[in-house]
């Protein structure tokens, strides 16, 4: 099975531009993850989507949205950029659609979309 | 809100010794606790879970544990070799139960030949 891929691995942008970074998950996984990693804050979560839906969103201004097609795949967006931006974004899906204490949640990362924004 | 702490950033250690990592939390009881692996320009993989009634789990040289008393996690690699260098991440499900997990900093293990 193929992994998780993102495109593109590299993105430079300038402030005040908008970006689109887009996410393939694994086939059959139905819930997208994506993450922000900076070296400072490490991991922090955007948001998830399952079955077309955002069920769940992270603390992230509103610059920052995302859609997940009929097809599971993913789009993440970020509008009028900041340096602060300037990141590793991950995606990860995951097979389990179920939430609570019995979930497992087991997450399966791509390589990640390197923004730099100058 | 929910805390995760890994004991240190960065551990260096010899080939062959036993390396142990650190993860604490706050706030929270969580149902699971998993390990990742990320190696640089990588995203995380997946290592174990382990849950909250058990008291510990191996995979292969990977051992860990978990103390829902101490709100602490121990990840251990015996044996350890200069491949398993890489930053090591613990994580817990996010704290109202959203299919999202809350992620440590991380250990940045280094194995010296």
């Known amino acids: 099975k193929a992994g998780v891929t993102q495109t593109p691995r590299y993105l430079i942008k300038t402030r005040g531009q908008q970006v689109t970074l887009s996410c393939s998950p694994i086939?059959?996984?139905?819930?997208v993850s994506w993450y922000q990693q900076t070296p400072g804050q490490g991991l922090q979560f955007l948001f998830e989507?399952?079955?077309?839906?955002?069920?769940n969103k992270g603390n992230f201004p509103g610059r920052f949205s995302g859609r997940q097609f009929s097809n599971s795949r993913s789009e993440m967006n970020v509008s009028t950029l900041e340096l602060g931006d300037s990141a590793l974004y991950l995606c990860?899906?995951?097979?389990?659609?179920?939430?609570?204490?019995?979930?497992?949640?087991?997450?399966?990362f791509g390589a990640g979309t390197r923004l730099s924004v100058l | 809100s929910q805390k995760i702490e890994q004991n240190s950033e960065a551990l260096n250690i010899q080939e062959g010794k036993t390396a142990t990592l650190t993860c604490n939390y706050t706030?929270?009881?969580?149902?699971?606790l998993q390990w990742y692996r990320q190696d640089p320009g990588r995203g995380p993989v997946f290592l174990l879970l382990?849950?909250?009634?058990?008291k510990e789990k191996r995979k292969e040289r990977l051992k860990v544990t978990f103390d829902t008393t101490l709100k602490q996690s121990l990840f251990h690699i015996t044996a350890s070799q200069p491949a398993d260098s890489a930053t090591y991440l613990c994580?817990?499900?996010?704290?109202?139960?959203?299919?999202?997990?809350?992620f440590g900093t991380g250990t940045r293990l280094t194995v010296i030949p």
């Open positions: 990860a899906s995951s097979l389990e659609g179920s939430t609570g204490r019995l979930a497992k949640n087991i997450q399966y």
């Open positions: 086939s059959g996984h139905r819930s």
């Open positions: 989507y399952f079955s077309e839906t955002q069920r």
């Open positions: 706030n929270y009881s969580p149902a699971y």
């Open positions: 382990i849950r909250e009634n058990e």
């Open positions: 994580a817990l499900p996010d704290q109202t139960g959203a299919n999202n997990l809350f």
